[in-house]
C-alpha cells in the first residue's frame, strides 16, 4: 500500500497552527514563571525558551509539531525534524538532544509509515549532530510528528527577538511560499519542480545561517514559520520596541509562488495572519495585495530573519550565499519605533 | 445568475474560484458562490473586502452565499493607490436614463458634434442627481470604445455608480464587441424595458 499522508489534512505543517491572536489571548492568563535563571521566556514570543545553567552554559529549549505537509512519511519525518530544531539555530544556540513527538493512527496507516516518519526525523538530526534519547507516540487521526530539542548556548551569546536595533538591515535566508506551494499542491496548481523546491528548503537545516550570525555576533533574529514574515517580524519589532520596514519586492519567493498567489491561491492561514498583524501594521497604498499576502503565508521549516549592521551585511550575504543560502537577501531594514509596528512596502 | 459550488471544497479552493470568477466576469455581471465552510466563506469575505468589491452574503443551516457584483474591469488588478485616494461618494440617481444613439450630438457639423458629445458627457458628471441607466445603440455603441473621446467621463460615471448597456448588435455590427470594455454588452429586449421603465429619457 502506497502511503499519502496529505489525504489525511486539511492544513499540514505550521498552517495548522492555532491563531496567533487567540494564543495570545490564552497565554495573557497563565503566570510566567519568575526564576532569574530563565533568560528568555515566551514573554517576548521568542523561538525557544533559555534556561541558564552556570555563567558559561545556558540550555536552549523548544518543541514543535504538526501534521504532514507531504505525501511521503520519510521526508514528513525529515521536515518535522528540521522544523523542530530550527528554533534552537535561530537563536544561536547548538542542538544537542532531542524527544520524538508522535501522534500515529495506527488503524488507518500501516507501520512503515510509522517507521518511515521516524527514520527521517532520525536522519535530519543526526545531520544536525542531534541524538534522539527517547519519545512519546499516541494513537491519533491525523498523525503528527516533531521533536523536543535541547541545545547549549553560552548565556552572553543569546540571538533574540528582541535584538533589532534601528538602522539594522533584514536579511532572510529561505525563500517564502511554503504554504502557497503546498496549498498550490493540493490544488493541483503548483508544478512539480517548485514542490520539489519547497520540500528541499523545508528539509533544510538553518545550520549554516545561524553559524553566519555566530560568526558576526548578530543580536536579533527568529525564524520564519507558521505566523508569516509579517508576523514573526510583528513579533520581533515588539520585542525590541522598534519598528520595521519590509520591501516585499525584495522577498526571495519559490518558484511560481506569485502566480499562484495571483490566481487566489491563498492558504487560510494567511488571513489568520493578517488578523494578527494589520492593527500594528501600515500598509502602502500602492502595495501589491498578492505580495501582501505572501508576506503572511505560514511557512514550515522556513529561513532566519536576522538584523544585520549595514557595514557588514555584504560579508554576511556573501558568506550566507557561500554556504549554499544562493537566495539569501536583504528585504527590509529596523527603524526607530513608529507609529506602528511594520511598514510594508512593494 | 452564475451559481459557483463550492460545496465540500477546502481553502483555498473557493477563493480560486472567486477569483477566476471575477476575472471572467463582465463589468456589471453578478455571481453566487456557494461554500459550506465558514473559514472559506470568512476568507472569500475578507478577500472581497480588501479589493473593495461589493457583495452581500447570508446563511443557512451552515451553507453562506455570497452574491457578488463586478464593478469595473481593472478593480481586481487596480493599484491599492487608486481606490484609497480617490474616494468616491455616494451620489443619488434619478428616474431619467439617458440614451445615446449617435457619437455626436444634435445635427450639424459633424466635427462641432463630436465636440459637444465630449462636454454633454463632461457635464453629466457635474449632475446633482444622475442617470439611473445610460443606454447605446447604433452608432452610439463607438462612445464606448476603448479609444472614443469620452471613454474617460464614462469610466468615471461608471465609477460614481451609473450602469451602461450597450446594444451588442449594434457594438459587433460597428466591430466593437472586443473594444468595450465598460458596461454591460445586452440584448434589445433589456434596452427596451429600461427605456419604458424609464420617468423619462434624455436623448443627447
Redesign the interface.
Known sequence: MKVDLLQMVDSGGCSAKISPRQLEEFLKYLPLPQDPNILVNIDTHDDAGVYKVNDDLALVFTTDFFPPVCSDPYEFGQIAAANSISDVYAMGGTPVIALNIMMFPSSKLPLEAYAGILKGGYDIAAEAGVRIIGGHTIDDFPPKYGLAVVGYIHPGKIITNSGAKPGDLLILTKPVGTGVILAGQRMKMASEDDVNLAKKLMKMLNFSGAEVMKKYNIKGATDVTGYGLAGHALKMARASNVSLELNLNKVPLIGDTFRLVDEGCIPGASFRNLDFIEDDSHFNTDLNYSLKMIAMDAQTSGGLLMCVNPEISDNVISDLHNAGLKDASVIGNVIEKGERYLYLNN | MQIIDTSGQ????P??????ALKDARTGDSFKVITDNQ??F??IS??LK??KTEFSSGESNDIWTLTITKQTPELINA???EY??TEIPHFSKGDFIIAFTSDKMGNGDEELGQLLMVNFVKAIKELDILPRNMVFYNKGVTLGAEDSPVIDHLKELEKMGVPFLFCETCAKYYLLEDKIKIGTLSNMFEITQVMSSAGNIVKP
Not at chain 2, 477563493?15 to 477566476?20: D, F, P, V
Open positions: 477546502q481553502c483555498p479552493a477563493l480560486i474560484a472567486t477569483k477566476r473559514t472559506a470568512n476568507n475578507r478577500f480588501d479589493n493599484d491599492a493607490k484609497c485616494t
